[in-house]
């Protein structure tokens, strides 16, 4: 499906245009007259790759006058970033926006404004804009470089304002951003999907798959390293497929060894990698750069072969076992992750127990589990025999009680063993960081140790989190 012609512009956003001088003038006139900035709040829903999406949009509105704020009420302008993967993300939304209705009452001069994936459909920027008419703009995945013209319009134009692009070939490289932690980054290495899951609404919304040049995405990382940050997290919606549209012959395993070699930098986590596309230089890179963790998110879905193709994932339940034993045999204390879905059109019970029993092969170190969500334009969702709520609920509770205890047996082996664990949040003395093996670790320490790697003895384990004391 990837176009290898396919030509990707790389750019530069434009900061120096008439309407943006203009806003950010206004906002400093307004910090001139009232003593305080204009605050904004972003509501982000979904993946890693929204929750950078929305450290952008915060960049672009610092890079104008605006600051932020936690509380919603409080806010001039209030953003949205919506997610379409499932049904019940889509339906939050739309809750929540019923919400800020009343909030706008209050303060009519707050701005509402609407962006991310669901804003990629035009049947659903339609009923945004019937059913939440006080919603001032709509701007999308492609156009968030836009967002300072469209509050020029909504703002001092007083018009809707709506910037959408449904597919692009532009990158745009240098946008600020204003990242939620200082020593762990999300970097983006490739935009959109070509892989065309049947259930999938990424390839709709996020367009075709765009790598970034290795050069910016280095470029990136060596900045953040000099600022003080010591984890990365490689995005892609399938970074094994990195560089494959590329003119530089560069893969996935290439730029984790560029990366490797970043001072600075002490940990490479990257997500998501797809099954059919995991090579065996890449296990090799693993394995041979000390900064990449040993962790791989390796969505599964399901593991009967007939659901599989049908899912058109492009592999099978064996290749799926032997890619596992591959990873094992090589980097011994490698944790596997995964994503399943239960309740595919047409998913029988004998498939279904191939899902337990590829659960029970593989032995997860722990799963994100879903119910088969039907998304408008997918291939799935014409598909015949859709299956009941009430069968697809009791095979999800079924699944779990598969899987939980075998997380918590693995998280067993953890018990009295020492893991350095970069720390990320404190909450009264209490640090949470996670291990290179992805697990979460609470324990006791003060608060200058976040941002710090520290070794950590496990003295207590649960299915979601682990416990530990920090050693001298
Ligand atoms: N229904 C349920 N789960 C889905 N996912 C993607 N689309 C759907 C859907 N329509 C899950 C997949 C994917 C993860 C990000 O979300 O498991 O790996
Ligand atoms: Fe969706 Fe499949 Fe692309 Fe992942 S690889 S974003 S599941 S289409």
Redesign the pocket.
Known sequence: MTDKNYEIISEDIRTDSDKIIELKNCNEQFFIMEGRRKKYHILTYG?QMNEHDSEKIAGMLTSVGYEETDDEKQADLVIFNTCL???NAELRVFGKLGEVKGLKRNNPHMLVAVCGCMMQRQEIREKVLKKFSFVDIIFGTNTIHELPMLIYDAEINKRKSVGIVDDTKSIYENMPKRRKFKHKALVNITYGCDNF?T????PYVRGREKSREPDDIIREIKALAEDGCKEVTLLGQNVNSYGRNLDKKVTFADLLYQINKIDGIERIRFM?SHPKDLTDDLITAIKECGKVCRHVHL?V?AGSNEVLRRMNRKYTKEHYLSLVEKLRKDLPDIAIT????VG?PGETEEDFLETIDMVKKVRFDSA?T??????EG?A??KMENQIPDDVKHKRFDRLLEVLYPIVLEKNKECLGKVFPVLVETVENNRLTGRTEHFRLVHFKGSRDLVGEIVNVRITKVKTFHMEGEILE
Do not use: K, N
């Open positions: 993946c993967i499932r049904e899951c259930y999938c609404v990424v998501t969505p879905q995964t994503d399943i879905i595919f994100f879903f119910l088969y969500s039907m998304r997918t799935a969702a």
